[in-house]
């Protein structure tokens, strides 16, 4: 399974950001997908997943950011509103097959300013 993210950048505090992921080469169809982030020196941590069982969030994004998914295209997205400095980190998409294991994105960074 391949999966491409977009959208990461440079923006300031309060300001917003839209993540996107798409993935390709499923051979059992993907049921849990989700994103994942790492600041310098910090473990990585799960910030938000969609499964058929719903969606769960990290206490400290949720009401700030949303995530969503197109099954019929095999996407993921994750809006991000009023983001702060310490959200700051390199962002992983993350799929998992329904038959298999989990698959990692490339990583793409989001740089919160104050």
């Known amino acids: 399974v391949q999966l491409v993210e977009s959208g990461g950048g440079l923006v300031q505090a309060g300001g917003s950001l839209r993540l996107s992921c798409a993935a390709s080469g499923s051979r059992f169809g993907i049921n849990r997908m989700g994103w994942y982030r790492q600041a310098p020196g910090k473990q990585r941590e799960l910030v938000a997943a969609?499964?058929?069982?719903?969606?769960n969030y990290a206490d400290s994004v949720k009401g700030r950011f949303t995530i969503s998914r197109d099954n019929a295209k095999n996407t993921v997205s994750l809006q991000m509103n009023s983001l702060k400095p310490e959200d700051t980190a390199v962002y992983y998409c993350?799929?998992?097959?329904?038959?298999?294991?989990?698959?990692w994105g490339q990583g793409t960074q989001v740089t919160v300013s104050s």
């Open positions: 993350y799929a998992e097959e329904r038959i298999g294991g989990g698959y």
């Open positions: 969609i499964s058929d069982d719903g969606t």
